[in-house]
């Protein structure tokens, strides 16, 4: 079932393969119909939808409330979401914590040193590729930052898992609330997935993207011309309405 949610974001929602999906499906529509407008109004949805300034509004309205480090009423650990893996980190052995994550994880080790709180990762393997991305965020925390971790969740698959599981793992140890630690445009849908328990309270402290870049708000020939940051920044919008959509 997750790996067919997976085809259906990759090939059908998200670009650039979405833009050849439902370019297709329009063209052919546009023949039946005879009417070649409906194909250039795809066109040119599918181009102000990939422009920066239509993706930094997208983009702003998921992060907004979140761009903040930690707050003054400090919790008894730190949760760390996973951001998924680099298959391709040939230097590392051939796989590591993709730059995604390797945010999320830096983020956390200035949290445990600013806190001296204990760190919870957690991370399973979705894709079934035999690797638990959890075990990776240990090791790079120990080894690269020299931040011990002390609880280990390798076994969820989304991020509702991840907060269920880590929950438990918490609550066996009396912790009665934790940092969730994630990028900004993902907290909010992770913090409505963490509210489902009350077992837990969990306190945001979001880290940034650099897919996510401050731009000029103001209209200019730059913020009008589709750009890859945009298209990137798009299909994270589309990855957290969807996975709010499927509550996973």
């Known amino acids: 079932m997750f790996k067919f949610l997976v085809f259906i974001e990759s090939f059908i929602l998200s670009p650039p393969a979405s833009y050849f999906f439902w370019g297709v499906i329009f063209y052919l529509i546009s023949r039946l119909f005879g009417k070649n407008i409906i194909f250039l109004g795809y066109l040119t949805f599918s181009y102000f939808i990939s422009t920066p300034i239509v993706t930094g509004y997208l983009i702003n309205r998921l992060d907004q409330d979140f761009k903040i480090y930690r707050q003054e009423n400090t919790p008894q650990a730190i949760v760390v979401l996973g951001g998924g893996l680099n298959y391709n980190a040939w230097e590392y052995g051939g796989i590591s914590v993709s730059t995604s994550e390797l945010e999320r994880l830096r983020h956390a080790a200035k949290l445990h040193r600013d806190t001296d709180l204990p760190i919870l990762v957690t991370g399973g393997d979705p894709l079934q590729t035999g690797y ?31 907060l269920a599981l880590s929950s438990i793992i918490l609550k066996g140890d009396n912790v009665k609330s934790a940092y969730i630690v994630t990028h900004a445009w993902h907290m909010k849908r992770a913090l409505g997935l963490a509210n ?32 890859i940051t945009s298209i990137q920044e798009l299909k994270i919008v589309i990855h957290e309405v969807g996975g709010k959509i499927a509550d996973i």
């Open 132 to 162: 638990k991305e959890a075990n990776f965020m240990k090791k790079t925390l120990e080894e690269e930052f020299n931040v011990p971790v002390k609880w280990v969740e390798n076994k969820s698959n989304t991020t509702k898992e991840n």
């Open 196 to 227: 489902l328990s009350n077992d837990i309270l969990y306190i945001p402290s979001a880290c940034s993207s650099d897919i996510s870049q401050k731009r000029n708000n103001n209209i200019n020939l730059v913020n009008l011309i589709p750009s």
